[in-house]
Nanobody
């Protein structure tokens, strides 16, 4: 079975930084799409970032693109989301997502597999 396990969430003051990490197991060779999305209480799901493991192309949402960065380590089967200059409006549960389709043209929150989420709170 495919499993995605997030780590690195927590509480931070505005202006601070966090790094989220997602470990993928069970079907790693064909996961061409990896990404992150988030959902705040009462809000809709919002795609944050996506990376294509074959071509390396990266897509980051406009609302975070100057502050968040996504990267992938194919050898370790992990995908990280580095967040800086965090704002209270970044508070949400962050989910890791993965999909085997190629090309990687799917938005993060529509990918086939997702983790359980990790809470990020910015005060």
């Amino acid at each position: 079975d495919v499993q995605l396990v997030e780590s690195g969430g927590g509480s931070v003051q505005a202006g601070g930084s966090l790094r989220l990490s997602c470990a993928v197991s069970g079907f790693t060779d064909g996961m061409h799409c990896m990404g992150w999305f988030r959902q705040a209480p009462g809000d809709e799901v919002e795609g944050v970032a996506r990376i294509d493991s074959r071509g390396g192309s990266i897509l980051v949402a406009d609302v975070v693109k100057d502050r968040f960065n996504i990267s992938q380590d194919n050898a370790k089967n992990t995908v990280d989301l580095r967040m800086s200059s965090l704002k209270p409006e970044d508070t949400a549960i962050y989910y890791c997502a993965a999909d085997p389709r190629f090309p990687c043209d799917v938005i993060s929150h529509s990918m086939t597999f997702r983790g359980q989420g990790t809470q990020v709170t910015v005060s």
